[in-house]
DNA sequence: ACAGGTCATGCACGATCTTGCACGTTCTTT
DNA sequence: AAAGAACGTGCAAGATCGTGCATGACCTGT
């Protein structure tokens, strides 16, 4: 016969605000505690355990095992580097700004240190960092659509471009394969290099954070020179003479983690 | 006989206003307090429920369930029930054919029980569908771009119509807030609802896998009939006169892990 | 004033849900 | 290995549910 004083619903729902806050739950407890049968309480907790709601043990439960990502979220695990490097690149985001960010690993850190609470307009043509972003309700977020390039993890092509011909956004994080004082920075693939000069061009400034194997090196097909970037975010390891060279060529450079 | 002391409109509000004072309203309580029979009172919750008001459950009702959390918690809910949701739906998708993929846990579920092997176009508006996919080099992906409403986690708008306007799906997987035989599969914003219209209406056919709290409710915003359904999957604790209600508008209805 | 239609209500009824109990099975402790 | 505790399943009882029907009040048109 059904307790008057309480609803089937009502007392899941307690059930599970006990796991939240004690960490783990006892049949014979809940029993005592809610004046029902053990049986009863063995087939709430089965339940919530068939929801996913908890995890089902003798005697009584636990939280549910938190879920971990895709492979790819866990691939992404941020080094200690590229945590420095997007340390460094997020001082240059405005609140309120409009920023651009591509695809990457090093731009995926970046978006992860922006303050969850500072106000900005997101634009990107990755579906990893516009997933991050979906977590910011302080944020804007505007997703450039497109054939998406799974390996690179990017939309590009004539769609891709079409959506971005109606963005300028005040500041652009490009992600480069190369970056040479001389080569400039330069893309794996013809579509990804149109894409990224296009956003460079239309942005008012433009940001590369590089890597140290980025660093001198040289892909195939060239994006901009390396005196179009505004600024330009290197590790404490890069090579001095190479960042005074760029520097030279009136790029704001930038060393991460420098104090 | 109508009770000449207090309106039918009258009696709803009040119920409204101890749902929301109270957290919770009990049939048989509410019967004695307005002096009505009970199956009133049933009425009355099951019409506040069908307009999206209150939560109805067995002996009373709740209030309705508030739209909480990031939308990585609500995505890290991936149940059971949503599983089997999912491996009831992937069975509709030919290989090599193009999917259309709508935002929401349960279509995040029916990406990911869909063969990574299987060749497939899989196009969607959603990022959190489109990072996933970025997992499963044998498809191709087409993302749909525009301004994203983060609640939602898809992109609408404009922009997303018209990158829309150039695809015609040969299934599409529409997730909705509400689904009734005689509302139909209704939103909860005029964009939404209007995208997901524009959707359905490009599809060879359309899908829709409804748990059962968005069963039998109304969403303020219409999207499209419930006979413009191809297939309807739903869970094995759903209403079977509910079911058999749709099947006869024509729509091909599943019951998710049934034997 | 009257007839017809609409609406809300109470009732009957079959269906469904929740609970406690019994019982055999499984797990843990001694 | 044995005893005690916990488990899941099936069953019965009581409560709750939705649907269809009848009824009375109210409204509208003639």
């Given at each position: ?13 307690l ?22 049968s053990v ?12 929801g996913?709601?908890?995890?089902r ?17 866990r ?6 580097r ?12 405005e609140?309120?700004?409009v ?13 992860a ?10 634009v ?17 977020l505007i ?6 390039d ?39 693939s ?8 296009q ?10 954070a ?31 003479r190479?960042i005074d060279?760029?520097?030279?060529l ?10």
């Open positions: 016969m059904p307790d008057p004083d309480i609803l089937h619903e009502e007392r899941l729902a059930i599970e605000a006990k796991l939240s806050s004690e960490g783990r739950v006892l049949a014979a407890h809940l029993a005592s505690e809610f004046d029902v049986d009863t309480i063995r087939r709430d907790l089965r339940e919530l355990a068939a996913g709601r908890c995890l043990v003798y005697g009584g439960a636990l939280p549910p095992a938190p879920r971990t990502g895709t492979h790819q979220q691939r992404m695990q941020l080094s200690e590229k945590r420095l490097l997007a340390q460094a690149s997020v001082r240059l985001v609140p309120g700004s920023i651009f960010v591509d695809a990457g690993t090093t731009n995926l850190a970046i978006v240190a922006l303050s969850p609470e500072s106000p900005l307009t997101l990107t043509n990755a579906p990893a960092i516009a997933a991050f972003a979906l977590d910011r309700p302080a944020w804007r997703q450039i659509g497109g054939v998406v799974i390996a690179l993890g990017a939309a590009l092509g004539a769609a891709a471009l079409r959506d971005l011909a109606a963005i300028s956004p005040d500041l652009a994080f490009i992600g480069v394969c190369g970056f040479d004082p001389i080569a400039g920075a330069t893309a794996h013809l579509e990804e290099a149109e894409f990224k000069r956003v460079a061009m239309r942005a008012r400034e433009v940001a590369v590089v890597t140290d194997d980025k660093l001198l090196t040289q892909a195939p097909f060239p994006i901009f020179a390396a005196s179009a970037c505004s600024h330009a975010v290197f590790e404490t390891t890069a090579p001095r190479t060279a760029i520097g030279e009136g790029v704001n450079t930038i060393i991460a983690g420098a104090v």
